[in-house]
């Protein structure tokens, strides 16, 4: 009942810019807390960012003071603005909400030269 869509990922060069959104549709009372994943291949699926509350966010280390994560509950979406962009961060990014098993395409983003 529940659906969240990634969109925004694409090609960029090393130093860039992107920006992800999360949207979310369907049977819920609110968003909540929501988390990016991203994932390369030949590696697990781990954690970016998570927001809960408006103030709140946690990162992961390898994107800590490069990424920030946000929300606009009004329209229903979560973004992930990624800067200094480098060629460790390529991968599919995921949103989803905690304790969620079914996953989304993801979004891919593709760190090159």
């Known amino acids: 009942q529940v659906q969240l869509v990634e969109s925004g990922g694409g090609l960029v060069q090393p130093g860039g810019s992107l920006r992800l959104s999360c949207a979310v549709s369907g049977s819920y009372t609110s968003i909540s807390t929501i988390i990016w994943y991203r994932q390369s291949p030949g590696k697990t699926r781990g954690y970016v960012a998570i927001?809960?509350?408006?103030?709140?966010?946690t990162y992961a280390d390898s994107v800590k003071g490069r990424f920030t994560i946000s929300r606009d509950n009004a329209k229903n979406t979560v973004y992930l603005q990624m800067n200094s962009l480098k060629p460790e961060d390529t991968a599919v990014y995921y949103c989803n909400f905690p304790l969620r098993t079914s996953w989304g395409q993801g979004t891919q983003v593709t760190v090159s030269s």
């Open positions: 927001i809960a509350r408006a103030v709140t966010a």
